[in-house]
């Protein structure tokens, strides 16, 4: 069973910035892609930023203030976020496509959620 744990998420000042984690545990054989959603209150979940086999992309409304970056010994992504704006407010949520066996086919995984509140 494949697990997805987030952390980091906090209530921060405009301007500031935090760093999200996520770690994969359990059974797995390959991670192929980890990445974040985030959901604000009354809007749809969008894509953050995704990491796919060293190659990463980000939303428009992120780029230049938004890091993904991972650690494959760890199976760990993580989100660094700079220059935070209100409208960054959201519940963040790390997905991943992992494959648990040599053989066999790969499923995508979510994780609980971590709350980021920007506000003065």
């Known amino acids: 069973q494949v697990q997805l744990v987030e952390s980091g998420g906090d209530l921060v000042q405009p301007g500031g910035s935090l760093r999200l984690s996520c770690a994969a545990s359990?059974?797995?054989?390959?991670?192929?892609?980890m990445g974040w959603y985030r959901r604000a209150p009354g809007k749809q979940r969008e894509l953050v930023a995704v990491?796919?086999?060293?190659?990463?992309d980000y939303a428009d409304s992120v780029k230049g203030r938004f890091t993904i970056s991972r650690d494959n010994a760890k199976n760990t992504v993580y989100l660094q976020m700079n220059s935070l704006e209100p409208g960054d407010t959201a519940v963040y949520y790390c997905?991943?496509?992992?494959?648990?066996?040599?053989?066999?086919?790969?499923?995508?995984?979510w994780g609980q959620g971590t709350q980021v509140t920007v506000s003065s």
């Open positions: 997905t991943a496509r992992i494959q648990e066996r040599q053989v066999g086919p790969s499923y995508i995984y």
């Open positions: 359990g059974s797995i054989f390959s991670i192929y892609t």
């Open positions: 990491w796919t086999s060293g190659s990463t």
